[in-house]
């Protein structure tokens, strides 16, 4: 890391920060293994076909898990669902097994985890990856999208607190 680069990770952090971002619990299970993560670094990239981005560090645990099951479900929660999301931040005493003990979950026509009570369940496979700095780049196409009926304020997460839409 140059000495630039370095004088910028701190500020650049801070302005992140102040980006409020919706939250969102990225669940896979497969051959390789079940995961999920608490993420806001979710992007739409295009409608046709439906795809979005998913920026993660490179270090998670959840990242060859992800590269060999290739698929997975995107959980945007509402904000009531703050438990789960510090559950799968890793902001409570549960072990990642314990924490899909912990929930209620449904299976997506995918045969992927679906959080219930949440906003939307995106459904999607892994189509492209890139590595940039200490993070990859997943590109993950969607097969199946269900957006719930709940009227329930999205979950925020800004200047690194969660936050209702309310």
């Not at 999920?36 to 409608?47: E, F, L, R, Y």
């Not at 449904?106 to 679906?114: P, S, W």
Request: charged residues 20%.
């Amino acid at each position: 890391m140059t000495d630039s680069t370095h004088t910028l990770k701190r500020p650049f952090r801070d302005a992140m920060a102040s980006c409020a971002a919706g939250v969102h619990v990225i669940t896979t299970d497969g051959e390789t293994g079940r995961y999920g993560i608490t993420m806001t670094a979710v992007t739409a990239v295009t409608d046709e076909p439906p795809t979005v981005m998913l920026c993660i560090n490179r270090q998670s645990a959840i990242i060859p898990i992800l590269q060999g099951n290739r698929d997975l479900c995107i959980n945007t929660l509402n904000d009531s669902q703050q438990d789960v999301a510090e559950h799968f931040a890793g902001l409570t005493d549960l072990s990642p097994e314990e924490r899909f003990e912990y929930h209620i979950w449904h299976r997506g026509q995918t045969g992927q985890l679906e959080v219930e009570g949440a906003l939307a369940h995106l459904h999607g496979s892994i189509v492209d990856q890139r590595e940039i700095g200490t993070h990859y780049v997943f590109f993950v196409q969607l097969n199946e999208i269900r957006n719930t009926d709940t009227q329930a304020p999205a979950l925020l997460y800004f200047r690194r607190q969660f936050k209702s839409l309310a």
